[in-house]
């Protein structure tokens, strides 16, 4: 039974481009989202959350939308750069902070030049 | 964030022996979490570690198997117990500061 889906295994995106990068979830009991980026060989690297009481929540290139109703977030990076190459794991968690996540299977993103 | 190191990176071992994988985070954290991500998958929670007290485990795992430890705030242990194939993945540590959860690099393990 998984909770958290991404349903893309990968996605690939011209440099400069916009990525986007998409997530579902099952479980109305889930009450914060976040975005993971992994790189090989390392542990994932947070980068970007959001509470259920919002529907957006921006950093930088990075943005995660957040739509209640359907059960789905959406992660956009733009501009899309080299670096941004990685596995992204969309994850869930039934409170904000340091708790527990379930996590979705994750996204490899190629960023190509 | 919070600096979490993990040991060993990597190890290769043979079926039926056990590994103990250490996490060491840079000041104390209240929340430490162990979870695996087996090759292709996901990260699965497999426990809670508590200080002082026996893991929380996740359905599907038990502590015969996957003894953890946690003598203190800033330390915890994993064991791999009698090890099949099947326990190939990657064992990361995790710990949660400032409203965010970080994790360690990983151990790739390999059961022959």
């Known amino acids: 039974d998984q909770q958290v889906k991404q349903n893309s295994p990968s996605l690939s995106v011209q440099e400069g481009r916009i990525s986007i990068l998409n997530c579902d979830y099952t479980?109305?009991?889930?009450?914060?989202f976040l975005w993971y980026k992994k790189y090989p060989a390392e542990g994932p690297t947070f980068l970007i959350s959001i509470s259920s009481i919002k529907d957006k929540n921006e950093d930088g290139r990075f943005t995660v939308f957040l739509n209640k109703s359907a059960k789905h977030l959406s992660l956009h990076i733009v501009p899309s750069q080299p670096g941004d190459s990685a596995v992204y794991f969309c994850?869930?968690?039934?409170?904000?902070?340091?708790?527990?996540?379930?996590f979705g299977q994750g996204t490899r993103l190629t960023i190509n030049p | 964030s919070a600096v979490i190191s993990q040991k060993p990176s990597r190890d290769i071992c043979q079926r039926g022996t056990s590994l103990t994988i250490q996490c060491q985070v840079d000041s104390q954290v209240t929340m430490m979490f162990w979870y695996r991500q087996q090759p292709g998958q996901s990260l699965t929670l497999i426990a809670t570690?508590?200080?002082?007290?026996?893991?929380?485990?996740e359905s599907g795992f038990v502590i015969d198997k996957f003894p953890i430890s946690r003598p203190n705030l800033t330390f915890s242990t994993l064991t791999v117990s009698n090890m099949s194939p099947e326990d190939s993945s990657i064992y990361l540590c995790s710990a949660g500061r400032d409203e965010k959860l970080f994790f360690g690099s990983g151990t790739q393990l390999s059961v022959l």
């Open positions: 994850a869930a968690s039934y409170t904000s902070g340091a708790q527990k996540l379930v």
């Open positions: 479980n109305s009991m889930f009450d914060y």
């Open positions: 570690a508590n200080q002082g007290s026996e893991a929380t485990y």
